[in-house]
């Protein structure tokens, strides 16, 4: 498994999100309280940007007309259709066995030690021909 450096870590508050690209894939990196998550930024159900959906939180009632309010903030809603999912797991909250985004492990890794490794740029050779640049893969 590679590891791709996406952020620094002051750059995504508590309660904030950034989407990145990590080899062609997007995804929602969102920051709980100084825990960080990362989610496939597509929604199962048709594809929502899960990076603009809302963070709310989980009502829950041991008996009719008492509620409760927690987990306030891990729970993203997709803004096209409203499909919940759980930040910390990806699963969905209506169907969890079998409907989830898929979750990405994400670490915060002091600055010292992403400057000696595991991190290698991927460098591309670049060219000038006829007063164009061309790229080279």
């Not at 709980?32 to 929604?43: D, K």
């Not at 259709?81 to 079998?98: A, L, N, Y």
Request: with cysteine.
């Amino acid at each position: 498994m590679s590891k791709h450096v996406v952020a620094r870590a002051a750059e995504i508050p508590p309660g904030g999100r950034k989407l990145v690209t990590v080899r062609g894939r997007p995804i929602a990196v969102f920051n709980l309280g100084g825990e960080f998550f990362g989610l496939l930024n597509r929604c199962p159900h048709e594809g929502g940007p899960m990076c603009e959906g809302v963070l709310t939180g989980l009502i829950e009632a041991d008996v009719p007309g008492q509620y409760r309010y927690s987990r306030v903030g891990e729970v993203l809603r997709c803004p096209w259709h409203g499909w919940e999912f759980d930040i910390r797991t990806g699963r969905s909250w209506c169907d969890p066995e079998k409907v989830g985004l898929r979750n990405y492990p994400v670490e915060v890794a002091p600055g010292a030690r992403v400057a000696e490794g595991p991190y290698v740029a991927e460098t591309i050779p670049v060219r000038i021909e006829d007063d164009y640049v061309v790229v080279v893969l």
